[in-house]
């Protein structure tokens, strides 16, 4: 009972912090002038520019190979300089304890661990109406889950990660934080074998970023196969997904059948209500 007590003891806590992170945690050109540089809260790797209207540009830019954002002299430089500053308070997802008191499952985005004494402790679960953690606080919006995020670690450094959002993509990791774009490339045939560290003919297509529940609707759905899908796999519903030989391993955008027309998921065609099997 004590060890319930305090899981929700820190999650209340965490929840009343949760917008005050967000607002210090977006970049800001307060106290600044044009054509400033300034940090990327949510990754050291990266930097906004200032522009005429003290805002930052919409999209950060990265430093080059091998160098970090500095915060004290506002420029990029190596990240093994001794004078060397990097903010990480605000990263909201990490898997490694260090900068933050709870760090994410990076396989399940409804746990999470609280770090003691440098190290990750038993793993606690988000559950009922907030079943997901977002790298602070037990939520509803499987979107901000951090097991959808593709992060290089301490131990990622020099190898290559997955895509959780493509079985045919993965990442170099370069640095340790979110992976960069600059460094996603795709498998031209077959999909990305992780373990191998190459992409492979025979390795299988399986979700990371997309599982679900069988009794839920797919809302992100990753072609596994060529043919027709059912949306809602227990049940009777007008949407369903269409995989081509191209679409294998990528993400597909849900179909609709003809007016008055549901997608039955044991046949995979669209058929009357009273024909379909999974009607209640």
């Known amino acids: 009972m004590a060890g319930k007590l305090f899981v929700f003891v820190v999650i209340e806590i965490l929840a009343c912090c949760a917008s005050l992170s967000a607002a210090k945690c977006e970049p800001t050109c307060q106290g600044h002038v044009a054509g400033d540089t300034i940090p990327d809260p949510l990754n050291c790797h990266q930097f906004y520019i200032c522009l005429d209207t003290l805002e930052p540009t919409p999209a950060p830019f990265a430093c080059s190979d091998g160098e970090d954002f500095d915060s004290v002299t506002l420029s990029c430089m190596n990240p093994s300089d001794p004078s060397y500053v990097c903010d990480k308070s605000c990263f909201v997802c990490e898997y490694e ?3 933050k008191p709870l760090v994410s499952d990076p396989w399940d985005c409804s746990l999470f661990y609280e770090c003691a ?7 606690m679960r ?3 109406e907030k079943p997901f953690f977002d790298g602070y606080v037990c939520q509803s919006d499987e979107a901000k889950c951090c097991s959808c995020i593709a992060y290089c670690g301490t131990g990622d450094l020099g190898r290559y990660i997955p895509d959780p959002q493509n079985c045919r993509g993965y990442y170099q990791c370069l640095n340790r934080g979110p992976a960069q774009e600059a460094h996603h490339s ?5 999909h990305f ?3 191998h560290q190459k992409c492979s003919l025979s390795f299988p ?3 990371l970023c997309y599982s679900h529940p069988p009794e839920e609707c797919i ?4 072609c596994e196969a060529e043919g027709f899908f059912p949306k809602c796999p227990t049940m009777c519903d007008p949407s369903y997904y269409e995989c081509s030989a191209n679409d294998v391993g990528f993400v597909v955008e849900a179909k609709q059948c003809p007016d008055g027309l549901l997608f039955d998921p044991v046949t995979a065609t669209c058929v009357r209500d009273l024909d379909c099997h999974a009607s209640s």
């Open 193 to 195: 074998d992780f373990l």
């Open 126 to 128: 988000c559950s009922g």
């Open 205 to 207: 297509c399986f979700g």
């Open 97 to 99: 304890c260090g900068s």
């Open 219 to 222: 809302e992100t759905f990753v």
């Open 117 to 123: 004494e440098g190290g990750a402790g038993t793993a």
């Open 186 to 190: 795709y498998c031209t045939a077959g």
